[in-house]
T-cell receptor, first 115, second 114 residues
Framework: SQTIHQWPATLVQPVGSPLSLECTVEGTSNPNLYWYRQAAGRGLQLLFYSVGIGQISSEVPQNLSASRPQDRQFILSSKKLLLSDSGFYLC??????????????FGEGSRLTVL | AQKVTQAQTEISVVEKEDVTLDCVYETRDTTYYLFWYKQPPSGELVFLIRRNSFDEQNEISGRYSWNFQKSTSSFNFTITASQVVDSAVYFCALTTRVDNQFYFGTGTSLTVIP
């Protein structure tokens, strides 16, 4: 069965420090991968998505970046965090199946607090 | 462009009451897929259901039921005999055959009062 792992679960970082959140998917090949952010009490904001290794689409211009060094690995990074980067970050994956577009499966989430 | 609207921001019901969460979508694509997700206080989003645009058959799963109506572009979710464990934020989402993105509504926060 497919699983998705995301870490770290909780992170407290000072303003200006770097960030690296990692996400890996197991049990599937060539998934579409996504990074979402959820501010407190808000909806989901799509940050990046990837349809293959090295292919990254950015939805929101900001100081964050994403990379996909391997088929099932998706990394969210920042060189210098801002206070506004605080939030709940969710990695997700989907696969286009024989029945149509597959559903989106989410990781456990990473809660980032920037102080 | 794709869009999902969940007009109900917060709903409170007393335990055992029925509750319906509304979802209205917009798309020009003829083939699309609709989803409902549950986000409990722990934060992880849990997939509940997927519905294809070519399948308007309603679905029931235990206390949960979904009403898909293309004529009104709605995909509503009803919880029968609500329980405290149903308290969560519920998101409706849309994607299409030609799109790699999933479009989420802003979510409805449901509180079930014991």
């Amino acid at each position: 069965s497919q699983t998705i792992h995301q870490w770290p679960a909780t992170l407290v970082q000072p303003v200006g420090s770097p960030l690296s959140l990692e996400c890996t998917v197991e049990g599937t090949s060539n998934p579409n991968l996504y990074w979402y952010r959820q501010a407190a009490g808000r909806g989901l904001q799509l940050l990046f998505y990837s349809v293959g290794i090295g292919q990254i689409s950015s939805e929101v211009p900001q100081n964050l970046s994403a990379s996909r060094p391997q088929d099932r690995q998706f990394i969210l990074s920042s060189k210098k965090l801002l206070l506004s980067d605080s939030g709940f970050y969710l990695c997700a994956w989907s696969v286009l199946g024989t029945g149509g577009t597959g559903e989106l499966f989410f990781g456990e989430g990473s809660r980032l607090t920037v102080l | 462009a794709q869009k999902v609207t969940q007009a109900q921001t917060e709903i409170s019901v007393v335990e055992k009451e029925d509750v319906t969460l509304d979802c209205v979508y917009e798309t020009r694509d003829t083939t699309y897929y609709l989803f409902w997700y549950k986000q409990p206080p722990s934060g992880e989003l849990v997939f509940l259901i997927r519905r294809n645009s070519f399948d308007e058959q309603n679905e029931i799963s235990g206390r949960y039921s979904w009403n898909f109506q293309k004529s009104t572009s709605s995909f509503n979710f009803t919880i029968t005999a609500s329980q405290v464990v149903d308290s969560a934020v519920y998101f409706c989402a849309l994607t299409t055959r030609v799109d790699n993105q999933f479009y989420f509504g802003t979510g409805t926060s449901l509180t079930v009062i014991p």
